[in-house]
């Protein structure tokens, strides 16, 4: 199947052209039928010489309802595009090509309308020569007319013919419908329709809907039930849901889109051949490259028309604050109008190429100009957005519709070559900087480094570790530990001196800090194994606990702590914290509040 809609000026024969080809009515509303004037879209199908089905979007063509128009035409991707034998190019020719163009819309075919009524050979002419200055050069066209038949089979050939070249959508590309109409039908309840793009909806699929879910109830494609449809499609679907969502909200993947309601961009200029654009600075050619915007736009995608704040970054790039998020990608296309321009003027502005959807802030004094350097060669894929945002998880990448081009540095995170190379080199200064103020520390903790590197896991820091680094014990460190500072090493000698002749009278607090041995060295040595730490404030030399075990051993058993201490040659400020420490070592027993007793086995020797 596949979805072309109309385009061209008001009351050029675009319904009276899909009422011929299909031999159904696109226009719904009394009114319409009434005045002859389309108002809203038009839904037609048939099926052509190849056998093909095809579907038409048929879109209003006054001014008053451009908005209706690109709702219609944004998500499909082809166009039969309309114009009067025995008018010409008109105003709203000019406007739904310029629309077209700026929409990126490649793929189409050019018919004159209302050949009984003048040659169409002039306007034929015209029209391609319009066509050939913007994204639809190339275009078959042919005349027909609509009342008589003149030519309808020839157009039913070369429908055919276009809808051949158009490009194979993704089968398995993920789900966005943007929704042209909304309504509730009593017993099923809510009905959605659109375009169908790509990718595949089927019964039973849980779809996400302006930050809720939904499932899908039913399905109909051309007014047939079907279990499921892949894009291209129209479509109607049947969902469980409350309230009625609105036009321009969209069906889509959960967790493969990014809602977003701000994001940088650069603009395509529109209106090449001289009658659109409104004068738009920037445009190829232009001595100034800097492009105007008003301040608020309205800015277009699929069947959304949202309202946006314009913020100019630099050349052709500007940031747009949308007044509702809109599920997007990199790479997809917003039109930009201003609908307060003056009658007769083309209001469209810009296309508008999504570059990031999440641009950082823009909080010091020449930030935007930094930004428009950084967004001046990006394009829309996983390389640049990682240029921008230096670590990005693969779901993330993903819901921004780029593919990573390589592998994660760790996990499911990816990071930008060059970022990730500095990050390294980082980790390794910030390291022995950390060791030069720490001295009497084994290594800088993994999540001190983390916390230096602006890191957002603990993991990336294990992953950045490279010889002569290494991790050990929650730290990172650089190459074999050396030892200790000299100056603490030779107050552990005097201290080791101290204590071989009277090896349980642990010195007291004054004698440490004469020594120069405060926590920090105190604790440093006992990681060293260079002292036995009893309790706070109490330390001995390594091995002291089980020389006192085989002297207790001696005791007759079981003893109290005087017997304990006299025995030790000790003062009871270390007799009490070292039994206790004993007794946590299984060396001794507490048998009561008084006595204790040494196990059967008694220590062996260290």
């Not at 089905?53 to 879109?59: E, G, K, P, T, Y």
């Not at 009893?534 to 207790?552: E, K, Q, Y």
């Amino acid at each position: 199947m596949h979805v072309v809609a109309t385009a061209g000026h008001v009351d050029h024969g675009k319904s009276t052209l899909v009422r011929a080809l299909t031999g159904m009515e696109p226009d719904q509303l009394a009114e319409e039928r009434r005045r002859g004037l389309t108002i809203e879209l038009g839904y037609a199908w048939t099926t052509l010489p190849s056998g093909e089905r095809l579907a038409f979007v048929d879109v209003p063509g006054h001014e008053r309802f451009l908005g209706t128009m690109l709702a219609g035409a944004g998500p499909v991707p082809a166009v039969m595009f309309v114009v009067a034998a025995d008018e010409g190019w008109m105003p709203q020719s000019e406007e739904h090509l310029v629309a077209l163009e700026a929409l990126g819309v490649r793929h189409g075919l050019l018919v004159v309308t209302r050949a009984d009524l003048a040659d169409p050979g002039e306007v034929t002419e015209q029209a391609l020569a319009r066509l050939a200055t913007g994204s639809l050069a190339g275009a078959e066209a042919l005349a027909v007319s609509g009342h008589t038949g003149q030519g309808v089979g020839e157009l039913r050939r070369a429908l055919d013919r276009l809808v051949s070249g158009l490009p194979a959508p993704a089968p398995g590309a993920p789900v966005r419908l943007w929704i042209d109409r909304a309504f509730s039908v009593r017993g099923s309840g809510t009905v959605v329709t659109g375009t169908l793009p790509a990718g595949r909806i089927a019964v039973g699929d849980e779809l996400a809907l302006g930050g809720g879910s939904v499932r899908v109830r039913a399905l109909e494609c051309l007014k047939e039930p079907v279990t499921s449809v892949t894009g291209v499609a129209r479509v109607a679907v049947n969902l469980r849901a409350g309230d009625v969502p609105e036009r321009g909200q969209a069906l889509v993947t959960p967790g493969a889109w990014t809602p977003v309601d701000l994001v940088d961009v650069r603009l395509s200029p529109v209106g090449a051949h001289g009658h659109a654009g409104g004068g738009l600075p920037g445009r190829a050619g232009e001595d100034e490259p800097e492009t105007a915007l008003p301040g608020t736009v309205t800015a277009h995608i699929g069947s959304a028309a949202v309202v946006c704040a314009v913020r100019p970054l630099g050349p052709r790039l500007v940031r747009l604050r949308l007044a509702r998020p809109l599920p997007l990608h990199v790479g997809d296309v917003l039109l930009l109008r201003d609908p307060g321009r003056e009658r007769g003027e083309v209001r469209v502005l810009a296309g508008a190429i999504v570059l990031d959807l999440r641009p950082p802030p823009l909080r010091r004094r020449g930030a935007a100009r930094e930004r428009a350097a950084e967004l001046a060669q990006a394009v829309p894929d996983a390389a640049s957005l990682l240029g921008t945002h230096r670590l990005l998880r693969e779901a993330d990448l993903l819901a921004m519709g780029c593919l990573p081009e390589t592998g994660p540095v760790c996990g499911d995170w990816h990071a930008d070559p060059a970022h990730w190379s500095r990050l390294g080199e980082r980790l390794a200064e910030v390291v022995a900087r950390y060791a030069v103020a720490h001295p009497l520390e084994p290594g800088m903790p993994v999540e001190a480094a983390r916390h230096e590197l602006n890191l957002p896991e603990r993991r990336l820091v294990t992953a950045l570790v490279r010889p002569p680094l290494a991790v050990a014990g929650g730290r990172v460190v650089s190459g074999p530990q050396t030892g200790l500072p000299a100056a603490v090493a030779r107050a552990l000698q005097r201290l080791h001196a101290e204590l071989s002749a009277r090896p349980f009278l642990a010195p007291e607090a004054g004698r440490l800090a004469e020594l120069g041995l405060g926590p920090r060295e105190l604790a440093a040595a006992v990681r060293s194994g260079m002292l036995l730490r009893v309790a706070d404030g109490i330390v001995l030399l390594p091995g002291t606990d089980l020389r006192a075990a085989r002297l207790l051993a001696g005791l007759p058993q079981p003893f109290t702590v005087s017997q304990a201490r006299q025995a030790l040659g000790t003062s009871r400020r270390v007799a009490v914290p070292l039994l206790e420490h004993l007794d946590r070592s299984g060396l001794t027993e507490r048998l009561d509040e008084v006595h204790r007793r040494c196990p059967a086995k008694g220590p062996e020797d260290p």
